[in-house]
């Protein structure tokens, strides 16, 4: 089915491309179709509630009483809090002592701090404005009865990953690698403890391999839920230097591809990695990723289409991504756009493969890992030739093109001054003159004058005879 391109948004007009590392949680929960009960949900709730005024409530009106009843609330009377329209203090509580308490202090600053690190970062609220802005994370379909949307080239991708590695096969393996990842990931606690110790095991020597980097935020990228959540920041991304990247093509596809303003960070990224230590839900690290691949697919299908009015939709993933938990799960995906049942497009997240990296399946993951990457350069270079292509073909063109209209140029401007100077008349002072004269022109001139010339000597040479007769008579 061809589509209309959609072409690249004018940035000029667009706000600066740096985008802070928090989002605005006014916009975040206000936009989302549902609101599922979180602790982050919690504490946004307690918080524009302690920003509302409080409601004006009638005055109580003075109380005429007996002595007694004076005396009585002299002593500090009866407990009023429960009765309704009694006026709660909203002043902080005060200690004995006058100050205000640290509880209510604490509570106010940490009720609005809301860190995209934190392990609540991703929850289902997060998942839930991913599926807002048509990005389905694998299970979506599953949970909702919808017809399973894979990408067309599902097949391939599952054989690619069982690819026998020559650096993997029994007879190169280390006896003590398996023991040793174990006891390993046994240690790493923490996140970053996992992309330390862990994910060499995965990587192996890929020293030079891949334009590879980690833990950056994508400052530059436009996002992919409309600016109502957190920028990815993918704990580990490939993609290709800015150096083989055509200058048109990198105006043109800015924030699209280009992840930050460093020009020394992979662009074009189609790889990307999240790990999670054993502390943490292995939920988190599948939602972000799901976001990371999203910018992934659309750079891809920005670069396929660059220089082309009409698109193909193939229905093909060209974005591959993992991620590790420190119970020792890997898992592979992949990320396709396309369009579902209802004329709908989105970006859909399919699971390729899971793997027990503790257990018997160790080897497996590890080549299936690699072979992922391997792929995923593959396609990110496939599409990467053809964008430069049609930006040297266009190039190439509109050379030819000027070079043409200055050809053109030349021969009217050659034309032109040919015609002035075989010009038939000259404007002078006395009026209009032949500009040149013709050489038949000039010679029936010679010859006129030549025969005018002799009728004159003929004539005189007989008037002179006439007077020599005339003389000789007289004598």
């Known amino acids: 089915m061809a589509l209309k391109r959609q072409q690249p948004s004018n940035h000029k007009d667009s706000p600066p491309a740096k985008r802070p590392r928090n989002f605005k949680p006014d916009t975040f929960y206000d936009r989302l179709s549902k609101i599922h009960l979180t602790h982050r949900a919690l504490r946004e709730f307690n918080r524009r509630n302690a920003h509302l005024q409080p409601q004006s409530l009638p005055t109580a009106q003075p109380i005429w009483s ?16 429960s009765l309704r329209g009694c006026r709660a203090s909203s002043m902080p509580r005060r200690s004995v002592s006058g100050r205000r308490t640290a509880h209510s202090a604490t509570t106010q600053s940490s009720s609005t701090r809301l860190d995209s690190t934190s392990s609540e970062s991703a929850d289902s609220n997060f998942e839930q404005n991913l599926i807002d802005s048509h990005i389905y994370p694998h299970g ?3 949970a909702n009865h ?24 029994p007879s190169r393996r280390n006896p003590s690698h398996f023991n040793k990842f174990r006891r390993i990931n046994a240690t790493s606690r923490s996140d970053s403890a996992v992309m330390t110790n862990v994910l ?48 048109q093509v990198r105006m043109a596809l800015d924030h699209l591809i280009i992840p930050t303003e460093d020009l020394a960070t992979p662009q074009a990224p189609n790889f990307f990695f999240e790990a999670k230590s054993i502390e943490r839900l292995p939920t ?6 799901a976001q990371d691949l999203a910018v992934g697919a659309r750079a891809m299908d920005a670069l396929r289409e660059y220089g082309s009015d009409t698109v193909d939709q193939d229905g093909n993933a060209y974005t591959i991504g993992a991620t590790y938990h420190g ?52 396609f990110r270079d496939e599409a990467l030739r053809m964008a430069n292509s049609r930006a040297r073909e266009a190039a190439e063109h509109e050379q030819h093109h ?26 002078t002072g006395e009026g209009l003159r032949p500009a040149a004269s013709s050489p038949s022109h000039k010679h029936e001139t010679r010859s ?6 002799k009728r004159r000597r003929s004539s005189s040479s007989s008037e002179s005879d006439e007077r020599s007769r005339r003389g000789r008579k007289d004598t």
């Open 66 to 81: 007996d002595t007694d009843l004076g005396q009585f609330a002299r002593h500090g009377g009866p407990d009023l809090s």
């Open 140 to 142: 979506f379909t599953f």
């Open 146 to 169: 919808l017809p399973d949307v894979e990408p067309a080239n599902i097949n391939t991708l599952k054989r690619r990953l069982e690819v026998p590695r020559a650096s993997l096969s």
């Open 200 to 247: 060499p095991f995965l990587r192996g020597d890929d020293s030079f391999a891949f334009s590879t980097a980690q833990d950056l935020l994508f400052t530059n990228i436009d996002s992919v839920t409309d600016r109502t959540n957190y920028a990815p920041k993918p704990d580990l991304f490939d993609g290709v230097p800015q150096v083989q990247v055509d200058a």
């Open 284 to 289: 988190e690290g599948e939602r972000q990723l």
């Open 327 to 378: 119970g020792g799960q890997l898992k592979l995906y992949s990320a396709h756009t396309t369009t579902d049942h209802t004329g709908q497009t989105g970006t859909y997240i399919t699971e390729l493969d899971s793997y027990a990296m503790t257990g018997a399946s160790h080897w497996d993951g590890i080549r299936a890992f690699r072979n992922g990457r391997d792929m995923a350069k593959e």
């Open 402 to 427: 000027t070079q043409d209209d200055n050809q053109d140029e030349s021969a009217d401007s050659a034309e032109y001054s040919t015609q002035s100077s075989t010009s038939v008349n000259t404007i």
């Open 448 to 453: 006129k004058k030549s025969k005018g010339g």
